[in-house]
């Protein structure tokens, strides 16, 4: 059941910056119009590890990308990536949009959304040539789609549609990747799927920070996970910090059922050997 | 040969030239889903028509072409202050700023109507356009336009798709979205501009509108899209024009607007994949094929019963079965026999040998699919056969065979009946049967 290696992707050169954090927020406040959404965040994570952002919904999860990314205006405080501002690092990071956010009839194809990936290196006005198509297609052969290359985008499933976005970031080549629930909605196969790829960019040295909706899998995919509900409740190692104290914390009164669902899996794990094949690490 | 006089020449080149530049810059307003705002801009633009005359006291193009250039942007930039700084929608504002600059245009024109300069008249033709008051001067003017605006469009290609599809991801990856959206907003009310004449600012929209959203009816690539809208613009244009100079008292703009409309419900109707006949088309086609492999399996059946495949079996007794009417079941009987699958029989009909493959196979994936649902999905046995009844339509051959493996190529379903194999001899089947 173990994935294939889905890539060779190349193993990141080492600049000097490794001593860094791949991401530091420092006091970070974010409000649409008067309403805040993100509280005093302040929170450093490391390099080359699988994190996951966790909380319930409302709590600022997509917020928090969108405004280490410079998408929206903080109110106050700062963000580094690697030591450096955004607009400095801009070309060491990808990102992966929630699937929902774009208009899928739009006419385009599959190749030409992952080409969009090498716009940021392209810059103002060249046109993608048969080079970059190359390296499109590679990338979607990274993600196991590449006989899709010329189909409409709203005829892909809806996991080939996740591909395809990651297909983009990959093309992106970059350092640190920022995704948002790149597991929703998608089909058990895409799921492996984008587990080994999300574990080829971590042995590689690259950093993957994830918005992550699913509780159940949190502790078999990643290594690190930062619990938000409009403040930082608690980041640090799978271990110590996936912890039910903490999560109750992170969700209320709605912890009841999400330890229930927790208890089944394990129970169901137990019985079934073949469901401890997929991640590696087991629930703290 | 069309002999063209000099002012159908005139028209015919605005026109075109219009329905090229609004079929194009439609498109973007299509997928970004504002075709309002086109419709807003352009009303906008009146007032601005106005103080050019004003202010000039001359109908010059130029300056008439620069207010209209210069309110349009104040009309988008307002709708744009609306939506960030209140609480109104964009819907709202869109609808409050379309009114009042269009309110404020009239009243102007009322005005410029009363003074006593004796050049004022003409200038109301900017509301439903006048195709025939173009002159070489304006076409110059318009020419320039449209070749900034396609400039533009083929300059900021990429820019502009990113930003029509992924704003967010265009942002991250460094490009100023908001840069971007101004230079549309503008390219956008440069082609108000070049439709004044023609069109006016009441219809200009609908040389955005629909061209573009014919053209996606068509194709699902923007490039080919773009070129598709600016045909079909184009088309719409000369016809306009050509039409109103053959019949006399036609006006040249709505004509242009009625074309485009013609065009786009014939898009909407009859184009590949998205039209409304295709789709009716799929759908009969669809229904169609179940009647008649419906009818098919019935007659296996049948077969199966009497353990003789070539039985007739008579049409009552068909109707029977599905509770068809007898011309329905004469129908899909005639079909069938258009196929050779079956042969009419003294009021009957019987499976010929290829239909009794063909419906052989049809029971075969029936019969499969439910052992499936018992098997893996723990259906019970009287639960399934609704389901397999739909699913024997669509199963392609590939996933028969998928099904089949997986199932350890059993021979009987959860009925006890056999699950007929397509190379078994018929003598070895109606032993199976027994």
Not at chain 1, 257 to 267: G, P, S, W
Not at chain 2, 367 to 374: A, S
């Amino acid at each position: 059941m173990t994935p294939e290696p889905v890539l060779p992707i190349r193993p990141l050169a080492d600049p000097e910056s490794d001593r860094e954090p791949a991401l530091e927020i420092h006091d970070l406040t974010v409000a649409y119009h008067t309403q805040p959404v993100l509280w005093d965040i302040d929170l450093t994570l490391p390099e080359g590890q699988l994190i996951a952002i966790v909380g319930p919904n409302g709590a600022g999860k997509s917020t928090l990308l969108k405004a280490v990314l410079g998408l929206i205006k903080p109110v106050t405080g700062w963000v580094k990536i690697c030591g450096a501002s955004y607009r400095r690092r801009r070309s060491w990071v990808a990102y992966v949009p929630q699937r929902e956010s774009v208009d899928w009839d739009f006419p385009t194809s599959a190749l030409d959304v992952v080409l969009m990936g090498l716009y940021g290196n392209l810059g103002w006005f060249r046109r993608p040539k048969a080079a970059h198509r190359e390296k499109a297609l590679d990338c979607l052969d990274k993600v196991g789609i590449r006989d899709l290359a010329d189909r409409q985008i709203s005829q892909l499933s809806g996991g080939q549609q996740q591909r395809v976005f990651l297909a983009r970031a990959l093309a992106q080549d970059a350092r640190i990747y920022f995704m948002d629930e790149p597991f929703a909605g998608v089909d058990v196969t895409t799921e492996r799927a984008i587990l080994a790829l999300l574990q080829d960019l971590r042995a590689t040295g690259r950093t993957v920070i994830a918005v992550h909706h699913d509780l159940q899998t949190v502790a078999e995919y990643f290594d690190h996970v930062v619990l938000l509900n409009m403040r930082l409740v608690a980041s640090g190692p799978v271990q110590e910090t996936f912890t039910d104290e903490n999560l109750q914390r992170t969700y209320g009164g709605r912890l009841t059922v999400l330890t229930q669902a927790t208890e089944d899996l394990l129970k169901a794990r137990a019985q079934d050997p073949s469901l401890q094949h997929r991640g590696g690490r087991s629930p703290g | 040969m069309l002999e063209l006089d000099f002012t159908t020449r005139n028209v015919l080149l605005g026109a075109s030239l219009l329905g090229v530049v609004g079929g194009v810059m439609g498109c973007y307003a299509f997928l970004r889903r504002q075709s309002l705002l086109g419709d807003a801009l352009a009303h906008a633009a009146l007032p601005g028509v106005c103080l050019g005359f004003l202010l000039t006291s001359s109908k010059e193009p130029l300056p008439l072409f620069v207010g209209a250039l210069a309110a349009g942007l104040a009309g988008a930039l307002a709708i744009l202050a609306i939506v960030r700084w209140s609480r109104l929608k964009e819907d709202t504002a869109i609808g409050m700023v379309l009114s009042v600059f269009f309110g404020v245009g009239i009243v102007l024109l009322t005005h410029i109507q009363k003074l006593p300069l004796g050049n004022q008249s003409g200038l109301d033709k900017f509301l439903f356009g006048q195709a025939a008051t173009l002159m070489p001067r304006d076409l110059e003017v318009m020419s320039l336009l449209a070749a900034f605006v396609l400039g533009t469009v083929a300059l900021f290609y990429k820019e502009l798709k990113i930003l029509c599809f992924d704003r967010d991801y265009g942002a991250s990856l460094g490009f100023p979205m908001r840069w971007l959206e101004i230079l549309l907003t503008l390219l956008l009310v440069t082609v108000v501009v070049v439709g004044l004449q023609t069109v006016g600012v009441i219809l200009i929209v609908a040389t955005l509108v629909m061209p573009a959203a014919a053209a996606r009816q068509w194709t699902s690539r923007l490039g080919p899209m773009l070129f598709l809208a600016a045909v079909f613009g184009a088309a719409s244009g000369a016809g306009g024009a050509l039409l109103s100079a053959r019949i006399a008292q036609l006006p040249t703009g709505p004509v242009i607007v009625l074309l485009a409309s013609a065009v786009l419900v014939v898009s909407l109707l009859v184009a590949p994949g998205r039209g409304i006949v295709w789709s009716w088309l799929q759908h009969r086609s669809l229904v169609r094929r179940i009647l008649r492999e419906n009818l098919l399996r019935d007659l296996w059946k049948v077969g199966e019963a009497s353990r003789d495949w070539s039985v007739r079996v008579p049409w009552a007794e068909l109707q029977g079965m599905r509770g068809l009417s007898a011309r329905e079941a004469r129908r899909v009987g005639a079909w069938l026999y258009r196929d050779a699958l079956v042969e009419p029989r003294e009021e009957g009909l019987r499976l010929t040998s290829g239909g009794e493959l063909a419906a052989r196979a049809l029971v075969r994936k029936h019969r499969l699919w439910e052992l499936y649902l018992t098997r893996q999905l723990e259906l019970a046995a009287d639960h399934v056969h609704r389901d397999a009844d739909a699913m024997e339509h669509t199963l392609s051959e590939e996933a028969v065979e998928i099904l089949d493996e997986k199932l350890g190529r059993p021979r009987f379903d959860p009925h006890g009946q056999p699950i007929p194999r397509p190379e078994t001899p018929l003598d070895e089947l109606a032993g199976s049967t027994a």
